[in-house]
Structure formats: structure tokens, C-alpha cells
């Protein structure tokens, strides 16, 4: 996922990246992000469909959009065929450079 994001022309995202908010209480670990952005990319396993996994994610979530990250998601379905995941990842991007 991580090349599919670089080869699009993305800039290299920072890795396992622990992100806070103003006050540098702990939000979450994201697996790719641009944090001056405050944005995140997430791969969700099939483990993320267990019922206190996806409890634990859906809390974890709320807590990414109250402190303004945008958060994109994706599955085994985006890796095969990203165009869909790289459009919101644009959008993404668009939102916190627009001017």
C-alpha cells in the first residue's frame, strides 16, 4: 500500500506514526500518516470485523475527528485496485493545502 501511495506521486508518508492531540494525549497509532497534515491511512485487516475490535476502532475513530485528522481506510479490496483509495487520498490532500 505503502509504494502504491508513493508511486502515485504522494509524498513518502511517516510510518507507525503516534499521533495526539493539542494537549499530546495519545490518539491512536495510524500505519501511514503525514502528520503536519493530519492525515492518516489505515489498513484494516479482517480482524478489524471482530466485534471488540471494531468497538475499540469505532471509539479510537471518534477521537482522530474531534482533533481534525482525516482519517482514510482501507482493505485487501483497495490494495488490488487502489484508484478508489488514492481519489480519497487526493481528496485528502486538497482539503489541507487548499489555500
Do not use: C, K
Not at 44 to 53: A, L, P, Q
Not at 77 to 95: G, I, N, T, Y
Amino acid at each position: 500500500m505503502r509504494l502504491a501511495v508513493e508511486d502515485a506521486g504522494f509524498p513518502e508518508p511517516e510510518l507507525n506514526v503516534d499521533a495526539h492531540d493539542a494537549d499530546g494525549r495519545f490518539l491512536g497509532r495510524v500505519d501511514l500518516a503525514w502528520p503536519e497534515y493530519r492525515i492518516a491511512l489505515e489498513y484494516d485487516g479482517d480482524h478489524h470485523r471482530e466485534r471488540d475490535v471494531f468497538r475499540h476502532d469505532q471509539r479510537r475513530d471518534n477521537g482522530f475527528v474531534v482533533n481534525d485528522w482525516l482519517v482514510i481506510h482501507a482493505t485487501a479490496a483497495d490494495v488490488s485496485r487502489p484508484s478508489v483509495l488514492l481519489e480519497r487520498l487526493r481528496q485528502a490532500f486538497a482539503a489541507r493545502t487548499a489555500a
